[in-house]
């Protein structure tokens, strides 16, 4: 894929990481629930790479926050720093596992960058962001319990959309 494609879908991944919690913040609590920024970061990290993919998790919080005021300015570093891990990990692992199975190489890239972004997140709200207000109970509540809908969401329509652009040749492996 060239450069300029990279450019131009990861474009319309931070366009979808603004547009897509728009739709879901008009519930209470749903962008908590469903994590629908998180979907076109892990997307662009898996399709884009490594580099196009932490870009994407910068920009779409970021650009976000700016312009819809969501996530709130509290919020914001960690789920800055949780996003850049997510595209970046889920790039990087994509390229270097290769178990000859696109759906398994897939799964295996998502919840390896699942769970790096979810520890990176943990360690910078417990040590930076809200030090000394950040339990592991906390942590747990937030990454996993309150978001158990949008995990599920994740690893039913990411590999999905994945193997479909792949297989119209939209995008290459």
């Not at 570093?77 to 390229?95: D, Q, R």
């Not at 000394?132 to 990411?158: D, E």
């Amino acid at each position: 894929m060239s450069n300029t494609k990279r450019m131009i879908l990861t474009a319309l991944f931070v366009a979808l990481g603004v547009v897509l919690p728009m739709a879901f913040h008009s519930i209470p609590n749903a962008g908590s629930v469903f994590l629908p920024m998180h979907i076109p970061v892990f997307l662009c990290g898996l399709i884009c790479g490594w580099a196009y993919g932490l870009g994407c998790g910068v920009l779409a919080p970021l650009l976000s926050s700016l312009m819809t005021g969501m996530p709130p300015a509290a919020i914001l570093p960690g789920m800055l720093c949780e996003l850049a891990v997510y595209g970046l990990v889920s790039g990087l692992l994509l390229k270097v596992i290769h178990t000859k199975r696109t759906i398994v190489d897939l799964y295996l890239a998502l919840i390896g960058a699942m769970i790096a972004g979810r520890l990176v997140s943990g360690a910078l709200n417990a040590l930076i962001f809200r030090a000394g207000s950040y339990s592991l109970a906390a942590w747990t509540a937030a990454s996993f319990v309150t978001a158990l809908p949008g995990i599920a969401i994740q690893l039913v329509l990411i590999p999905i959309l994945v193997t479909a652009l792949q297989r119209a040749g939209l995008v290459e492996r």
